[in-house]
């Protein structure tokens, strides 16, 4: 299975930072969304990616030109047509997820590869929308995408062998790490990320510490690169939130219960860096 053209659905944080490392491993890639404002906000952030790159002398000018010519905006699924895997990055919501892939198991051809960058809903549930289970996989990046070098790849139930093979291939080929995981709730990063930083908020709920005193211990003490609140501010409180009650739903276990304080900042609008306030204030 020879993957070339990638289409990327959803042209946020991570579908851009996905085009932008798939462009730079020479693929083709088309990058989908709904409106076309949106791609042209995901191609200025590869662009200033990518200038930063030339800027610091590891990438020439020529080098920057060719990889975004690698990139082709589509406002329209029917453009996956003639690709050979599409990396859905849309927003985390099954219903949402279900109507992209019943739509495209009909548009695409019948050997391309159908992966979800989902951060914890169940691959095997979104697979059985399709006639092609055993061609849907979990490709989960990291945030900042061009940045992280870990890619989680989640085996559906019915994943072929083949179909995992191809997606560990093209990991390597945009210079990450693949690591295998069975499709459980939360797979194995958020099941083990997303309880600390529950659990970090829950410490600041209960006044055992200052925010600032809490990512300290985390940071100095752990060499955490960030502390657990200000992380929790660049996933974005409403991911964290949905990815809690991922998991206590998926388990039916009292252990995840997302924190009150989490679900009233989330209700407040405060999402963190993206919206300007979470547990921290950020300039916009
Ligand atoms: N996009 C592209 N590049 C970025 C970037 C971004 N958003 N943010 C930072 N960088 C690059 C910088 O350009 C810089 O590159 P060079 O050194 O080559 O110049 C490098 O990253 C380091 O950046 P900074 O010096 O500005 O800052 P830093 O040293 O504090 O690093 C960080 C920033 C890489 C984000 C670091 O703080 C970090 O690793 N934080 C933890 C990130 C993390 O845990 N991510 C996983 C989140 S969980 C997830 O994604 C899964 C999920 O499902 C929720």
Known sequence: MNIKKVMVIGAGQMGSGIAQVCAQAGFEVKLNDLKEEYIERGMAVITKNLTRSVDKGRLSQEEKTKILSYITPSSSLEDASDVDIVIEAAIESMDIKKEIFQKLDKIVGKEAILATNTSSLPITEIAAVTERPEKVIGMHFMNP???????????????????????????????????????FPGFVSNRILMPMINEAIYTLYEGVATKEAIDDVMKLGMNHPMGPLTLADFIGLDTCLYIMETLHDGFGDDKYRPCPLLRKYVKAGWLGKKSGRGFYTYER
């Open 145 to 183: 995408v061009p940045v992280m070098k870990l890619v989680e790849i989640i085996r559906g139930l019915a994943t072929d062998d083949e179909v995992y093979q191809a997606v560990e291939d093209m990991t390597k080929a945009l210079q990450k790490v693949p690591v295998e995981v069975n499709d």
